[in-house]
């Protein structure tokens, strides 16, 4: 009997280890310097280049994770003074307070983003009462669009999360895999491979996705012939690496992203790109580690700006779900591309964060609203109807 309760102990405390190690990137380690190793080219368009049809097919929405403006003009001086970014005119604010917090997580960050909903702290796709709340990529789906999520954390993660799946707790990881079997989502491309296939009920869901017509890849570069149909990458067995290890799988996964969907037989699609681990640097209080991924987010955003300048029929939105760690630039050198943070926190802030816009329907995100306007303004100008929204 001491021997079963001993295991049975050591199995919940492997099993709690496991649930934290989604969660260790909160340890404070303070590092207020950065200079960029190598700056990235930016494409900054002319006013004829930009041809843009009334209205918008796609949407491509980027989250930083934890960007603030702060963290944005950290990683403008690392590039020399200026990024893809500022290519994108039409600019507001976000209020990020969630439905039971000033201070918002994540989990309530995504959802107020992905269902126009404030929800209490840890709500994945539910609203405070625990009430399914749909969001604009189950939208984008019953509306004949293409779908797709890309992370550079574990794609059962808040962020991409609370945009296809419905469950109380954010570190429901397993239940939040289970979820992507009950839709028809395109495309994802990130970490978290363990929650698909070791899970506690036995289920296999690389094997489900198999059968449901996905190819499945574990690498983006293995996936590089693969241009349309149905496409799952799971890029790591937990969280990806950092941007110093994790090559240029953002900008890869963005651009296979967009290639796969485009090519699908859909009216247009969604696609939600998040930079996860801006946040990630918030946390630790390290400028290096914020600054380096808020530079790999605007290599991926470069390529998703090209598209749509092509395209002339997308509308890209760059926002946060949340601002961390207090975050200021002190001092800086654009010339060397240095940067001196200040942080005030290890946690995330109440104070709000910029929305950018590119493409037909940009000009919509001018001014200072909540986060939930984000998803109605997306409902509005993908032109669904009020009516056949969830009551
Ligand atoms: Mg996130
Ligand atoms: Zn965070």
Known sequence: MKRLLKLTLGLIIMANVTANAQEDYKTVHTKNEYTVEKKHPVKIYTEDELRFKKRPKNIILFIGDGMGVAQVFSGITANGGMLNLQNMKTIGFSKTQSGDNYVTDSAAGGTALSAGTKTYNGAIGVDVDGNQVTSILEYAERNDKATGLVSTSAITHATPASFIAHQPQRDMYEEIAADFMKTDIDVFIGGGADF???????????????????????????VAAYSSG?????????????????GEMLTKSTSKAIEVLDNADSKGFFLMVEGSQIDWGGHQNDASYVTGEVL???????????????DRRTLVIVTADHETGGMTVENGDMQKGYVKAGFTTGHHTGIMVPVFAFGPGAEEFQGIYENTEIFEKMYKLFRFKEADKDK
């Open 196 to 222: 698909f296939t070791k899970r506690v009920d036995g289920r296999n869901l690389v094997l489900e996705l198999n059968e449901k017509g996905y190819k499945v890849g574990y690498n983006v570069d293995d």
């Open 230 to 246: 149905k496409l799952a990458v799971l890029t790591a067995v937990g969280h990806n690496a950092g941007y110093r290890d994790r």
């Open 296 to 310: 790999d987010m605007d290599k991926a955003l470069a390529k998703a700006l090209e598209f749509a300048v092509e």
